[in-house]
């Protein structure tokens, strides 16, 4: 997908990139159609290895506050993931400052769960959930020392209320300053936020949380039967906080939190999940953060869709009445 926050750069520029990183040249090379943020492009090696080099947005463009020198963050997540046995691309090259930052990641074999769904069985497709609530469960195991977004000073906090609500503030602000369509005031939102905060201060120890475990972010390899999960990609919207946000992503317009196979792999890989009112309220926090941000966004992606703007409108509207 088009977006204005996608980096342009000639072929040639994005072969000297990989050549200065890793000492080899580039003998094809392709600007992939995937992501809706960041660009992407496929180069082969000319000792047959092939990369994957992610480029972050030019310094002009327009982006919501919490997104500003994202990279980091998923530079920052591949060492912390690595031990865990969860799939991913492995972290080649990381240049994070200069005109160009970038990442540069080992390719993976595998198809997009949304495209490869019609040819799983039904059997399949449950086993495939379970072993993602174990790689889900593999990341939460995973503990920092504050809450918040690693790259950024000022959205990190000793307690996850602090955090969570200045998230918020931030992208609230960001709705002012883009004018977002949203169906409340932002100020409304914001003390409807404030008025469910209390179940944050349940939350006690900081757990890394990918926050973007949407089907199209978990590539299938189909090449094997059973199949089995290739790679879990785009780490970049990491943060430090709840394990519990996650199922939001999971299912963005649904409930993972009561997908009974998705549970099963979680609880026996040790995640720890009891749907307390608690529970409940923190859940419809995180719901409304992601629909926030993906009405928010709309504008400075230059986005264009209204059914998918009303289905996200019509499932925030449903927390903050909740």
Same mark, same amino acid.
């Given at each position: #997908? ?102 540069? #990641?080992?390719?993976?074999? !595998? ?7 019609? /040819? ?27 809450? !918040? ?17 200045? #998230? ?53 390899? &189909? ?39 998705? &549970? ?15 529970? &409940? ?12 941000? #993906? ?5 400075? /992606? !230059?986005?264009?869709?209204?059914? /998918? ?14």
């Amino acid at each position: #997908m088009d977006a204005h926050t996608k980096r342009r750069l000639p072929e040639a520029e994005v072969n000297g990139l990989v050549h200065r990183a890793l000492g080899r040249r580039a003998v094809a090379a392709r600007e992939l159609g995937a992501g809706t943020f960041a660009a992407l492009w496929r180069v082969r090696l000319d000792d047959g290895r092939e990369v994957v080099v992610k480029l972050s947005p030019p310094a002009d463009a327009t982006l919501l506050a919490y997104e500003r020198d994202i990279i980091r963050t998923e530079a920052m997540f591949y060492p912390l993931a690595e031990g865990t046995g969860v799939p991913q691309p492995r972290l080649l090259h990381a240049c994070l400052d200069g005109p160009v930052p970038h990442l540069i #990641m080992t390719a993976v074999e !595998g198809i997009p769960w949304p495209e490869a769904a019609e /040819r799983l069985a039904e059997e399949e497709s449950r086993q495939l959930r379970a072993t993602l609530g174990q790689y889900v469960a593999a990341l939460h195991r995973v503990k920092g020392t504050e809450f !918040g977004y690693p790259h950024l000073p000022g959205m990190r906090a000793a307690t996850w209320k602090e955090a969570f609500l200045t #998230m918020v503030d931030g992208l609230l602000a960001d709705a002012v300053r883009f004018d977002a369509d949203l169906p409340w005031p932002a100020g409304e939102i914001a003390r409807a936020v404030r008025a469910g905060a209390g179940a944050l201060d349940e939350v006690t120890e900081p757990a890394l949380v990918h926050f973007d475990l949407w089907p199209g972010n978990i590539l299938l390899d &189909l090449g094997r039967r059973p199949p089995r999960i290739a790679a879990l990609i785009d780490h970049e919207r990491a943060f430090w906080g709840d394990p519990l946000a996650d199922f939001v992503s999971l299912d963005v317009y649904g409930r993972a939190e009561h997908d009974p196979d998705l &549970l099963r792999g979680y609880r026996q890989a040790g995640g720890r999940l009891e749907l307390t009112e608690g529970a &409940l309220t923190r859940l419809a926090l995180y719901r409304t953060y992601l629909y926030l941000i #993906m009405i928010i966004e709309e504008k400075p /992606r !230059g986005f264009d869709d209204a059914d /998918r703007h009303d289905r996200v409108v019509k499932g925030l509207l449903e927390q903050l009445i909740r």
